[in-house]
């Protein structure tokens, strides 16, 4: 069974940079997609994107301009950067384990929040 | 970019069924899959491919869908479905992942 656990700060400064990273165990990172997927408050679910152990990506095509990920796959982890923030990228970030059959295994999410 | 469309909200009583819809343009041709969010949680794959169930999920779970509209239905409600239900597909013309709006199952 795939765990995966988010970590990053939990409070950004608007025009700065979120990152966050997501920790995997109990299956190694050469499988599956990895993807980002962002909650703001009250509200529904938003892919950010994803990327495969290649590198390979896709973006959310409404946030692409601002989204990088990256894998390690030497310390089974992957990554989320998104820049210059506001105060609408505010949400419950989490991080989750899937192929085209959908997202199997999902991070319990970490809140960012965006404020000076 | 494709779009997926859900009511806001269904009630249902307890022991009956819930049927939670989302359309989409020739929803049929994708493959659907449905999430269950329960409060200060995350969200937890209920139904994929259309109409397979993971390991786990009750059978209460089930996917259909024909034409423009893929539907989950729940039978026999439990006061512990309570919860936001999202469809999701792939879109293929833009190579990524869509959720719906989210439907708020309330059990009455």
């Known amino acids: 069974q795939v765990q995966l656990q988010e970590s990053g700060p939990g409070l950004v400064k608007p025009s700065e940079t979120l990152s966050l990273t997501c920790t995997v165990s109990g299956s190694s990172v050469t499988s599956f997609f990895w993807n980002w997927i962002r909650q703001p408050p009250g509200k529904g679910l938003q892919w950010i994107g994803h990327i495969y152990d290649s590198g390979t990506t896709n973006y959310n095509p409404s946030l692409t301009s601002r989204v990088t990920m990256s894998v390690d796959t030497s310390k089974s982890h992957f990554s989320l950067r998104l820049t210059s923030v506001t105060a609408a990228d505010t949400a419950i970030y989490y991080c989750?384990?899937?192929?085209?059959?959908?997202?199997?295994?999902w991070g319990q999410g970490t809140l960012v929040t965006v404020s000076s | 970019s494709y779009v997926l469309t859900q009511p806001p909200s269904v009630s249902v009583a307890p022991g009956q069924t819930a049927s939670i819809t989302c359309g989409g343009n020739?929803?049929?041709?994708?493959?659907v899959h449905w999430y269950q969010q329960r409060p200060g949680q995350a969200p937890v794959l209920v139904v994929f491919?259309?109409?397979d169930r993971p390991s786990g999920i009750p059978e209460r779970f089930s996917g259909s869908h024909s034409g423009n509209t893929a539907t989950l239905t729940i039978t026999r409600v439990e006061v512990g479905d309570e919860a936001d239900y999202y469809c999701q597909v792939w879109d293929t013309s833009t190579d990524h992942w869509v959720f719906g709006g989210g439907t708020k199952v309330t059990v009455l």
């Open positions: 989750a384990a899937g192929g085209y059959s959908g997202h199997h295994s």
């Open positions: 491919d259309d109409r």
């Open positions: 020739n929803i049929v041709r994708k493959s």
